[in-house]
């Protein structure tokens, strides 16, 4: 297993740095009165997370068969900067990382995580999934979700050691070597849905991936993160409507 040792320089950002202002500056949270029962009356701009039909996440079940194109990943480059924004732990990848579906090419941009899982699958929760969040050219989003099983600890998770950033924090991990590959399992079967962002402004016209095999991640690996959020993150399941699941 890599141990990286360099991982240490952190930077500390006072509460109001724009890391906390991202998506607006409206205040949202996963309870109370600003929680996702709430998210779509908070402000004008999250009215999608109340009315909208295509929202996510959703239970994964009475899928229909689908002539489905492998989708290609073309990983190479490391992360740039973990930061703890207080709603999750989030990575941000500099240009070199692609998806390839459809014949249509999306960026990574950034890997973040929730915990327990915000996709079931037949009604079972995982006890952590992570967000491939890719944009194409014209913006448009691919997300491909992977659930976290416990299990053997996760190469990837080893390497950002056992201090994660606590919120307002973040570390800068540029020189490291984290190719986004290792949070991929082998297999590349998935469930696809036409969805959402999980989090306000809960913007539709997402194309979601959920992989179906789950990657593996020790308990103390996923109890770190867990508690480096410090707070359960996972919205609860939205309804389907008219929507297809394809797998
Ligand atoms: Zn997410």
């Not at 996702?36 to 239970?59: I, M, R, Y």
């Not at 929730?114 to 448009?140: F, K, R, W």
């Amino acid at each position: 297993m890599k141990r990286i040792s360099s991982l240490t320089a952190l930077v500390t950002l006072t509460l109001a740095s724009p890391l906390f202002a991202a998506g607006g500056d409206t205040e949202w949270s996963y309870s109370g009165p600003q929680g996702p029962q709430h998210w779509g009356s908070l402000s004008p701009e999250f009215a999608t997370c109340g009315s909208g039909k295509n929202q996510s996440p959703v239970d994964l079940a009475g899928m229909i068969e689908g002539d489905q194109p492998t989708p290609q990943f073309h990983y190479a480059e490391s992360g740039e900067t973990l930061v703890n924004n207080g709603h999750t732990l989030k990575i941000t990848y500099p240009e070199g990382n692609a998806l390839t579906l459809d014949g249509r090419r999306y960026a990574l941009k950034q890997v973040h995580f929730h915990t327990p899982s915000e996709y079931t699958i037949d009604g079972q929760t995982y006890p952590m999934e992570g967000h491939l969040v890719h944009a194409d050219a014209q913006g448009n989003l691919a997300v491909v979700g992977v659930l976290f099983e416990e299990g053997q600890p996760n190469e990837v998770l080893a390497a950002l050691g056992k201090e994660l950033p606590a919120q307002g924090e973040q570390r800068d991990l540029t020189g490291e070597s984290l190719s986004p590959t290792a949070w991929l399992p082998t297999q590349r079967e998935h469930y696809r849905l036409n969805g959402s962002l999980t989090t306000p402004p809960c913007t539709e016209g997402v194309r979601w991936l959920v992989m179906k095999a789950p990657v593996s991640a020790s308990s103390s690996q996923i109890d770190a993160v867990r508690e480096a959020i410090g707070h359960a993150n996972n919205r609860p399941l939205q309804p389907v409507n008219a929507r297809l699941i394809v797998e």
